[in-house]
């Protein structure tokens, strides 16, 4: 596909009217210039330029192919501004799969926000608890919490957000408050799916708990409710449990303690991503640590 570069070539120097003009223009050695477009006629099978130590003007044939050329060299010029346009204001359709209790509390109001920076952009979003097949679903990008687990995917990492300890006031009147990691063993330990060890973190020591729990289930949503109905212990990020806190339903316990950070990428099954897909994870890496 060389001889397309090869047109536009063509079309400049005609326009310039001379192969030194037209290399000055462009940025290429005079003596390139003219042997691509001797390569170019070569190629075509007819002379498109007469030459002289002067000046250069067009055959017959290169006047046919002139025009077709610069028709052709301006479509792809426009093309390229209207693709740039795209980029600074991006528009069309945003499929993102969400987990749901995160999306609530911390993906929504960065989608206002989002949403009133690029007006163009119309969003249809799935929030579900379960991992959508980016490959035979028509997702433009996923949010996941935790390590990407197919490397055919490309992991775009969004934020480290921290995880810390909650039951509510009348659990631990009732079940007493644990002063240590080891306490943990002796609790209601509420945790996603069949989930047996938690692993805690003060700064300079690492405590590994078994866990025990009478409910095994997916959904932060009713691990939290749970809590807050006096059924046991969370660990959980911040933000998730933010109006049980204010309102006294759960209080956060072990204070010098916390959980794994929880990390949050983009998923995406390309790295070739539309300027829609591009800025929107881009406003979330930008955005997501500072709620």
Known sequence: MEFLNDMALFVEVVKARSFRGAADIIGMP????????????????????????????????????????????????????????MLAQPSGVLRASLPVDFAVSYITPLIVEFARLYPGIVFDLDLTSRRADLVSEPFDVAIRIGEPENSQLIARPLAVLPVYFYASPRYLERSGEPAEPADLAHHECLGLMKTGTWILHDG??????????????????MICRL??????????????????????????????????PASVYAVTETRLLPAKTQHFIKFLQEHLNKI
Request: glycine share 6%; charged share 25%; hydrophobic share 40%.
């Open 227 to 260: 809590a807050t109905l006096d059924m046991g212990i969370i660990m959980m990020m911040e933000k998730i449990v933010a109006d049980d806190l204010a309102s006294g339903r759960l209080r956060r316990i072990l204070p010098n303690w916390h959980g794994t």
């Open 30 to 85: 005079n003596s390139t210039l003219s042997r691509r477009i001797s390569a170019l006629e070569k190629t075509i099978g007819l002379r498109l330029l007469h030459r002289t130590t002067r000046r250069i003007t067009l055959t017959e044939a290169g006047q046919i192919y002139f025009e077709r050329c610069k028709r052709i060299v301006d479509e792809a010029k426009l093309a390229h501004e209207q693709l740039g346009e």
């Open 204 to 221: 300079e020591h690492t405590a590994k708990i078994s866990i025990s729990s009478r409910f095994t289930l997916n959904s932060v949503g």
